[in-house]
């Protein structure tokens, strides 16, 4: 496969990957305030667990085996971690302001590749990160309201999303992405399950639609982020995540009535922007 081609395919996952987080953190919101944040927390991996189990089951056993059995279970707490704090902050603050904060992750894995991967670390991508940190900044705009104590836990969980990327990107160059898939979602499962009978809240129809909603959006945008890291450099597609904002800026201004101004439209425009260079960089300038 063509080298430009591969390019292109780990960029397109990785925003579809992104998109599909959006829509699972936009559907968390409303799920979350009808029946609580922990109950939402565990749909989430119960229903990717169970989704992904049908999906493998024909051939279980092959994916169940691992090279890389503690590096697996790190990634697991890393995501979960991420998950939590990132769930617990959009219950408390507004869901753009939220993806703004999130969106510094991308810095974080950038650096991380260079340091732990051994991945480029140029100009360009320096540059392009640099230009999709200020358009954050002029969504988050410093001194605003967003700065509460709960916007401390979507840094909290960029932090731990970018150890959950920079890990998976290294166990993705061995393992089967089913593999990675399973053991995350077993993982949360398992630790939520033991925790949720504390936080319990009847259900009704719409409260099953949403978590069913939840759990497809989950694994399929966990599945394009681990075949994205399988095909492509961390650090080339960091800068990707950060459509996350223009995605979550969409939800919360149709759902939750959360209108965006014209500095957010700009930081929005500059963070999409960024990601088209690297993307046009990655694929058409070193093409073959």
């Not at 395919?9 to 979350?32: C, G, P, V, W």
């Not at 480029?120 to 700065?147: E, H, N, T, Y």
Request: hydrophobic content about 60%; some cysteine.
């Amino acid at each position: 496969m063509p080298k430009f081609t591969i390019k292109t395919t780990a960029i397109l996952l990785m925003i579809a990957a992104i998109f599909m987080f959006s829509s699972m953190d936009a559907l968390a919101k409303l799920l979350a305030g009808r029946i609580g944040t922990m109950p939402t927390l565990w749909a989430r991996y119960l229903g990717q667990a169970l989704v992904v189990f049908i999906l493998v089951l024909p051939r279980l056993r092959p994916v169940l085996r691992t090279r890389y059995p503690r590096l697996q279970l790190a990634r697991s707490v890393y995501l979960m971690c991420a998950t939590i704090f990132f769930f617990f902050g959009i219950s408390n603050i507004g869901l753009a302001e939220a993806a703004a904060i999130m969106s510094t992750n991308p810095l974080f894995i950038t650096l991380g590749a260079a340091v732990f991967l051994g991945e480029r670390f140029g100009i360009r991508r320096a540059m392009a990160i640099l230009a999709a940190c200020i358009g954050a900044f002029l969504v988050i705009r410093p001194g605003a309201a967003v700065f509460t104590p709960y916007s401390l836990l979507p840094l909290g969980a960029a932090i731990c999303y970018s150890a959950y990327a920079l890990t998976t990107r290294f166990v993705g160059r061995d393992e089967d992405a089913w593999t990675s898939l399973f053991y995350t979602a077993l993982f949360g499962a398992v630790v939520l399950s033991a925790a949720v009978p504390f936080f319990w809240h009847p259900l009704n129809g719409t409260d099953l639609a949403l978590m069913f909603a939840i759990a497809i959006c989950g694994t399929l945008g966990q599945l394009a982020l681990i075949r994205a890291l399988m095909a492509g450099e961390a650090g080339m597609l960091a800068p990707f995540a950060y459509f996350g904002l223009v995605f979550s800026s969409f939800y919360g201004a149709t759902i939750f009535g959360d209108l965006p101004d014209w500095l957010t439209i700009l930081g929005a425009a500059t963070i999409a922007g960024a990601g088209i260079y690297v993307w046009y960089r990655e694929t058409f300038v070193k093409a073959p």
